[in-house]
T-cell receptor
Framework: SQQGEEDPQALSIQEGENATMNCSYK?????LQWYRQNSGRGLVHLIL?????REKHSGRLRVTLDTSKKSSSLLITASRAADTASYFC????????????FGKGITLSVRP | DADVTQTPRNRITKTGKRIMLECSQT?????MYWYRQDPGLGLRLIYY???????NKGEISDGYSVSRQAQAKFSLSLESAIPNQTALYFC?????????????FGSGTQLSVL
């Protein structure tokens, strides 16, 4: 399976702290996406970064992509209790006909 | 109203039964997908369809079949349900037109096979 792998599997931080989550993948990609899932609900798209981009921002989210290391990181700044959720990276591999392959996810807990 | 609607939200069935999970969307997207989620395994692609006449197997299609009845409707069937098909099932959609499209997910169907 060509899943991305997120690291760490679980993260617990205090409200106001920054949360950094990492994703590594195996082969060349067209893009990498991050999704969020609140407990038992559908996934919601957060941000997409193309293979020719190195960094993107969206509100309190910052995503970086290092294609030489086949890795990405998602930074959530000034975390809030409402950021508690599972976060997934997903990749569109080159030649994969637009299909997304998901990692196993990171569980983020933000303590009030 | 939800853009991607899955029915039912929860289903309990017995081994050997045939069941159908339904998905409808109002987003006007051509592409539709079925994923299953198991604890600790992330999401795995079962089937996908890029238009009404296009059906493709994903990485775990054995034991499943699909029907794309219209642009807006994509159904997943379990011909003879078995306990290891107990999982959370998601339908998703995306626009056509390239590789840089994001997915829109339904709220999921929790299926339990006893």
């Amino acid at each position: 399976s060509q899943q991305g792998e997120e690291d760490p599997q679980a993260l617990s931080i205090q409200e106001g702290e920054n949360a950094t989550m990492n994703c590594s993948y195996k082969t060349s990609i067209n893009n990498l996406q991050w999704y969020r899932q609140n407990s038992g609900r559908g996934l919601v798209h957060l941000i997409l970064i193309r293979s020719n981009e190195r960094e993107k921002h969206s509100g309190r989210l910052r995503v970086t992509l290092d294609t030489s290391k086949k890795s990405s990181s998602l930074l959530i700044t000034a975390s809030r209790a409402a950021d508690t959720a599972s976060y997934f990276c997903a990749t569109v591999y080159t030649g994969a006909n637009s299909k997304l392959t998901f990692g196993k996810g990171i569980t983020l807990s933000v303590r009030p | 109203d939800a853009d991607v609607t899955q029915t039912p939200r929860n289903r309990i069935t017995k081994t050997g039964k045939r069941i159908m999970l339904e998905c409808s969307q109002t987003k006007g997207h051509d592409r539709m997908y079925w994923y299953r989620q198991d604890p600790g395994l992330g999401l795995r692609l079962i089937y996908y369809s890029f238009d009404v006449k296009d059906i493709n197997k994903g990485e775990i299609s054995d034991g499943y079949s699909v029907s794309r009845q219209a642009q807006a409707k994509f159904s997943l069937s379990l011909e003879s349900a078995i306990p290891n098909q107990t999982a959370l099932y998601f339908c998703a959609t995306s626009r056509a037109g390239g590789t840089n499209e994001k997915l829109f997910f339904g709220s999921g169907t929790q299926l339990s096979v006893l």
